[in-house]
């Protein structure tokens, strides 16, 4: 028998219905025979061929549980990186890892930082934990690390930094990382987050693998999900502290990594010729679209990942989401970044060939309506 005041049905813990849920980019154009879908950061030239075949014949053995320990695709990180694999840890998309980092350090009562315009898993990764949120402002749509500075507390056990920064492009400089690590508490965690790492033409850039190396609270995630074109197989791994590796390998799932991704990231990391290959078209392409809108009279954030961030002031006469509505009409699939707080502006990854040169023309011609009335 219940009393009154004990409810008639599960109830989740207390901030759970709080949390806002993730909303991906739109994927389609009802009605449209041809899309362009350049709102996730997809890699245009798709996986490696290699990684295609070892998917497929991953197919012949469904039956049979991945290996829990993923060694083999651990020891491929590590010769590919030059890293121990024993602190290698992989997880289904590098998400699974930043939820296991918050759930692992941060609960009720402790606070986690991120910034203005940070990746919106960390946000969810530290409610979800039962943590609270703790927002540091940018300066120039780029991390500050004074600002983060000036967030910590007695009470703070993770900082999540996303460098190259999603949506905005921008990154912390390796000399920034440091200063902002070297003066935090010794209990905080510092994880850096280079899901595009890959793409980074950056002499002053550090993807964090020396900081992991060097201090025993810093964390570096990564992915498959972008460069390496495996986004629908779900595989990220991290290099961390033995201690953290330990933690993490506590509470992860046992086989959170399937049969099929491990095959196909160890055949990824082998074809680095595909990997130069996305490389060099990102080269080329992100400087040919930053220059192309910026042609247009449009501001472009710098960016050194594989998307720009486009910008739309009202006060100009322009819409974000005018531009949007013109651009999916075209069949041209851009992400609004409104859930970011930049409600003025879009995302767009770098894509095809003919995807980019019909974006630039497709915002040429919403420029002369939105400008010309």
């Given amino acids: ?67 829990g320990s993923v060694s083999r695709l651990r020891a491929a990180l590590g010769a590919a990186f030059g890293l121990d694999a024993n602190r290698i840890v992989c997880g289904n998309g590098s998400d699974d890892l930043l939820h296991l980092l918050a759930m692992a350090y941060v609960g009720p009562g402790d606070e986690g930082i991120l910034t203005e315009h940070g990746f919106a898993v960390y946000k969810i990764a530290i409610l979800a934990s039962g943590g609270t949120p703790v927002i540091a402002r940018e300066t120039k749509l780029t991390a500050d690390v004074d600002a983060i500075l000036a967030c910590v ?8 930094i996303a460098n190259p920064n ?16 070297a003066a935090l508490p010794k209990n905080v965690l510092l994880v850096l987050d280079g899901a595009y790492s890959e ?12 900081m992991v190396r060097a201090h025993n609270n810093v964390v570096m995630t990564r992915t498959f999900s972008k460069i390496f074109g495996l986004a629908s197989l779900r595989l990220g791994w991290c290099y961390a502290p033995a201690e ?59 960016s050194v990942a594989n998307f720009v961030l486009i910008h739309f002031p009202p006060a100009s006469g322009l819409s974000a989401a005018a531009a949007d509505d013109f ?47």
């Fill in 1 to 67: 028998m219940t009393s009154s005041s004990t409810p008639d049905r599960p109830v989740p813990r207390p901030g759970i219905l709080a949390i806002e849920p993730y909303v991906p980019g739109k994927s389609g154009a009802p009605g449209l025979a041809k899309i362009y879908k350049l709102s996730s950061n997809e890699t245009p030239l798709g996986p490696s061929p290699q990684a295609v075949a070892a998917l497929g014949q991953a197919a012949g053995k469904l039956e049979l549980y991945p290996d």
């Fill in 327 to 373: 651009l999916t009409r075209r069949g041209l699939i851009l992400r609004g970044v409104g859930s970011y707080g930049l409600p003025d502006a879009l995302r767009l990854t770098v894509g095809s060939e003919d995807a980019n040169r019909l974006v630039v023309d497709g915002l040429r011609d919403y420029l002369k309506v939105a400008r010309n009335g």
């Fill in 244 to 302: 953290v590796c330990d933690a993490l390998n506590r509470i992860r799932g046992p086989f959170n990594v399937n049969g099929g991704a491990l095959e196909a990231g160890i055949a990824s990391l082998a074809d680095v010729a595909h990997l130069e290959k996305a490389v060099a078209h990102n080269d080329r392409w992100l400087a040919w679209l930053t220059a192309e809108l910026r042609a247009l009279d449009l501001q472009v954030t710098p």
């Fill in 153 to 160: 507390t007695d009470r703070t056990r993770i900082v999540y």
């Fill in 166 to 181: 999603n949506p905005t492009g921008t990154f912390l400089p390796a000399s920034e990382i440091a200063r902002l690590h």
């Fill in 199 to 210: 793409y980074v033409r950056r002499p002053d850039y550090s993807d964090g693998t020396d």
